[in-house]
């Protein structure tokens, strides 16, 4: 079979495109942003979103909290410095990036057992029902952990699209104790709609639990205006918490007093220092603490959302939308005959921070993209995953990545073996 010839790069239509780069980049209100994170050099970051880029802040809190509030303080520093209260001052944060009031979110522990303890106490909220609804194109580990509470709590769990829900619920709506799902699909990109999903649980009787991760820091969600009952998030994606940085729950306030939290930890308990025998749960959200935080990695999610300050997540939103729309441009053009497919959706309003690109050498050509400097990932078979953080990535960025993809391609780097061979992490 003789190979197509491939085309070639239009110089003319490079500088349009660069042009139009530098028109969108000097009118970005949050170039700025860029100075609060500590970037290799030649390094254009655009994974998707497994872990943020170092932020500035980070070092040094890191460095204090261990030479001197742990060298100096010892114990002392539970008090001296409010390592107790970490968990709640943290959450909050996290809570104003989220449309949370203060008193609604804690920061500490995984993100996989917060959905443990969410999704139980969400169905012990609707003891009478036994159904529990999750979405089959979940990330696995929420789909692992409703399999799992389900044989605890003795339920049926239902696999059901988001497009599939409202004929699910109009058939078994007064079954559904609790609903499980994400605002953004991990692989795609795409963006559903919460304010419909939320109302549409919640009017069937259901308890609804969003899954935050590819959402909380790139964009708004507004968990209390929407009335969301509870939600979980990871700390090191669009919040550059770091490696394994703590995750956060939410429980809205009117939920707190029924809220039976399943792994009923000392730290959650009304006097946890009286070292009672018996368990009294503590009041609000803090009745959701388990163990001992994990206060190290806390004070270096808390450094990193510094990078926020004075920053609305409307602005994170409309530049968010301005950079995947524009990769998706230079995708159409750059790429154009390759044998690439966008899969994110092309309407802003149903798509997350990031642009999936679907082809069948998906692995290597990321591979080939690290070898050049340009850092995304790939999910499993065949998806590209590029996520644009608002606060460090720059439209320049976003080009320069799709003119290493194609040359990438064009000079059939991907077909060397040390791309081809799959490291333990993809």
Sequence with gaps: MSRQPVPTESATTLEELRAQASVLDAADPLAAQRERFLLPDGIVYLDGNSLGALPAAVPEALADAVRRQWGEGLIRSWNEHRWWQAPLRVGDTIGRLLGAAPGQT????STSVHLFNALTAAARLRPARRLLLTDPGHFPTDTYIADSVARLLGLEVLRVAVADLPRCLAERGHEVAVAGYSPVDYRTGELYDMAAVTRAVQEAGGVMLWDLCHAAGALPVRLDELGVDLAVGCGYKFLSGGPGAPAFLYVARRHQDAFDQPLTGWNGHADPFA????????RGVERARIGTPPILSLLALEAALTAFEGIGMEQVRAKSLSLTGFLMDCADILL?????????PRQPHRRGSQVALRHPEAYPLVSA??????IGDMRAPDLLRFGVNSLYVSHHDVLTAVRHLRQALTLREHLEPRHRQRAAVT
């Design 369 to 374: 993209l690290a070898a050049r400097g340009v």
């Design 275 to 282: 070292l009672s025998g018996d368990y009294s749960p503590a």
């Design 336 to 344: 154009d005959g390759l044998g690439f497919t966008v899969v994110t």
């Design 106 to 109: 804690v920061a500490g522990d």
